[in-house]
């Protein structure tokens, strides 16, 4: 019998990418616009969604490339960020 790969549409969890506003906030020097301005880029991609006071990316369908280069940039650029800005 061959191992067959579930796609996320068919598993029974529903799988997604989180992360937290108020973790980032919490946890770095990053001012708070600058905060507004990356969740306002991630939510321009189309890619992300509003939870709460987090942002998720489900993942129901495969990515193209360039949808998966989206999400890489956007999290290269809070890591970017932080290095600028540090932790607390």
């Known amino acids: 019998m061959r191992w067959r ?4 549409s068919e ?3 529903k799988q997604a990418v ?3 506003r108020s973790g980032i906030v919490a ?5 708070e616009q600058e905060v507004a301005d990356l969740w306002s880029k991630a939510q ?3 890619l992300f969604q509003s939870a ?3 942002l ?3 993942i129901d369908h495969a990515f193209t490339g360039e949808q998966l280069q989206e999400i890489l940039n956007w999290f290269d650029e809070i890591a970017v960020t932080i290095t600028k800005y ?3």
């Open 86 to 88: 540090g932790l607390k």
């Open 56 to 58: 998720k990316c489900p």
């Open 11 to 13: 598993s029974v969890y």
């Open 5 to 8: 790969r579930r796609w996320a």
């Open 44 to 46: 321009a991609t189309g």
């Open 18 to 20: 989180y992360t937290t």
């Open 52 to 54: 709460g006071n987090e």
């Open 27 to 31: 946890r770095t020097q990053i001012p």
